[in-house]
């Protein structure tokens, strides 16, 4: 199992990025998907998710109307669009896999990682 994140970078207050997270080696269609951050000195958070088939989707309530979060089943890709960037989004962001509906926003429940890639907003 591999999951790749790239689309990080510099961007001003108000801006977007798009980051984008490469799966491979188990059948993408299958498994919820899933955004965390950290910021410097903090704990990791939750972004967003999507769920493996019908498309629902989560937001944590400070990126929700700004961010959002498609995949792409035939790409074996999921994205995070984030939009009207903040400076206080500034974090390195990873994909992961999930593993039960319901409980993508713990960490616990989501078994492999990308490494992150840096997005910092300045201000």
């Known amino acids: 199992v591999q999951l790749q994140a790239s689309g990080g970078g510099l961007v001003q207050a108000g801006g977007s990025l798009r980051l984008s997270c490469a799966a491979s080696?188990?059948?993408?269609?299958?498994?919820?998907m899933g955004w965390f951050r950290q910021a410097p000195g903090k704990e990791l958070r939750f972004v967003a998710s999507?769920?493996?088939?019908?498309?629902?989707?989560d937001y944590d309530d400070f990126v929700k109307g700004r961010f959002t979060i498609p995949r792409d089943h035939a790409l074996n890709m999921v994205y995070l669009q984030m939009d009207n960037l903040k400076p206080e989004d500034t974090a390195i962001y990873l994909c992961?896999?999930?593993?039960?509906?319901?409980?993508?926003?713990?960490?616990?429940?989501?078994?492999?990682w990308g490494k992150g890639t840096q997005v910092t907003v300045s201000s």
């Open positions: 992961a896999r999930g593993l039960i509906l319901g409980h993508q926003r713990d960490p616990c429940y989501n078994d492999y």
């Open positions: 080696g188990f059948t993408f269609s299958g498994y919820h």
């Open positions: 999507i769920n493996s088939s019908r498309g629902m989707t």
